[in-house]
């Protein structure tokens, strides 16, 4: 047989989606796939039954509907503070995981290092090595999830093109604070390097911490490539839409990668997404205070089992120790998956088993996601019930 290239050895099929399959498998309530499971907004499905009877149902410009370009900058611009121009500084992407896509492969040659914090969304490693990069990681380490900027200055020392933050963090659900960004950002500018931003999760954030965005931050605009989705903030996991922002030359070359992986985003939801950029500041502060009841409910009850946790600043993740359950006689020598893997059989609830964030060598925790009903939440609670048997 014919050999297969080196890269595809170096990475493996995505441990979430995986979780999904199994958890499909024996029934299990899904908290380990992170998408709601209630309709995007009823205005955004009127426009797209709209869509679907008018069109348009032909390719759109590739690097995204003008309509949407102009609606996106909008909205983000004032965000940021800044001006965007829709022609030159956005792409429309077939969601964030392709612009995060789009900007590694627009700023890495083969051989270029790019630094990685650790915990990571999976993707973000092998979209590293799918651009010919090496990643570099960064630990975040738990419970806070600090990070020493010694380490990062390292990195960038020793050549690294790039650093990619999830703010706020999946799974970790850190948020990255102005001081914290500030520093990475003065680095970035020190050693002439980019900054890739994965903002999916701006809008959900909790208690007093504060959404920062890199690109607002004096100077750094033209060292900031912003990879965003609609995804969660507007309960569309499946229509895969999602942005990249930039300065004008990393768009640039962004759009010729962007047409060649995928041509363009699917012209009858550009179209129908429009109308979700025009929402008024309620439905995020709605959607702000709805999640964090949805984190309240979750915590609460797994308090109330007993499950050690940490306590999320933003995204509707939650990761969970699992330090006792592994000292049992049945669990010796297992690892977290195969401890999410007994859970979907056994209690009925999937995880994502944590190791598969990590670089390092951590297999005591497992993230779970709470962007349920709250019929859901109380039934997954009552369900992981079982695992406080075990520990008498």
């Known amino acids: 047989m014919p050999k297969l290239s080196d890269r595809v050895g170096t990475f493996t099929d995505s441990v979430i989606r995986r979780m999904t399959r199994i958890c499909n498998k024996y029934n299990a309530i899904n908290l380990s796939q992170g998408f709601p499971d209630w309709d995007p907004p009823v205005e955004m499905m009127n426009a ?30 004032k965000a940021i503070g800044r001006t965007l121009d829709p022609e030159k500084e956005i792409v429309i992407t077939c969601g964030s995981t392709e612009s995060m896509m789009c900007a590694m492969m627009t700023i890495c040659n083969p051989g270029d290092k790019v630094l990685v914090f650790s915990p990571f969304y999976e993707n973000y490693g092998a979209d590293a090595i799918l651009s010919g990069a090496e990643p570099i ?3 975040l380490v738990p419970p806070e999830y600090n990070f020493n900027i010694n380490i990062i200055e390292d990195g960038f020392k ?18 990255f604070t102005e001081k914290e960004l500030t520093e990475i950002g003065a680095l970035a500018k020190k050693y002439d390097a980019f900054i890739i931003t994965d903002e999916v999760y701006e809008h959900i954030i909790f208690d007093n911490n504060k959404h920062v965005y890199a690109s607002a931050l004096p100077g750094l605009f033209d060292n900031v490539i912003t990879c965003n ?18 300065p004008e030359r990393v768009v640039e070359g962004a759009r010729k990668v962007h047409d060649f992986l995928t041509v363009g985003a699917a012209s009858p939801l550009q179209e129908a997404a429009v109308t979700a950029f025009k929402f008024p500041k309620s439905y995020y502060d709605e959607l702000q205070a709805k999640y964090a009841s949805k984190r309240d409910r979750f915590l609460k009850g797994l308090d109330e089992i007993g499950l050690k946790h940490n306590i999320p600043a933003g995204t509707y993740f939650v990761m969970v ?17 195969e401890f999410c ?45 079982k695992l406080k048997a075990l520990l008498k």
């Open 48 to 77: 797209l039954e709209e869509a679907a009877l008018k069109g348009p149902h032909q390719y759109a410009i590739t690097f995204g509907a003008k309509n949407l370009r102009d609606a996106i900058c909008e909205k983000q611009g």
């Open 137 to 139: 990681y960064v630990p």
């Open 158 to 175: 020793s050549g690294a093109k790039a650093i990619v933050i999830c703010n706020p963090s999946n799974p970790c659900g850190k948020v």
């Open 229 to 246: 989705s609609m995804s969660k903030t507007y309960s569309i996991t499946g229509w895969r839409l999602g942005y990249l922002i930039g």
């Open 321 to 337: 120790n699992i330090d006792e359950f592994l000292e049992l006689d049945q669990f010796k020598n297992k690892t977290d998956l």
């Open 341 to 385: 893997e007994w859970a979907c059989e056994n209690v009925g609830v999937a995880a994502v088993p944590g190791s598969s964030f990590f670089r390092e060598d951590i297999n005591n925790l497992i993230r779970f996601h709470f962007a349920r009903s709250d019929e859901v939440i109380d039934e997954a609670i009552n369900r992981l019930g």
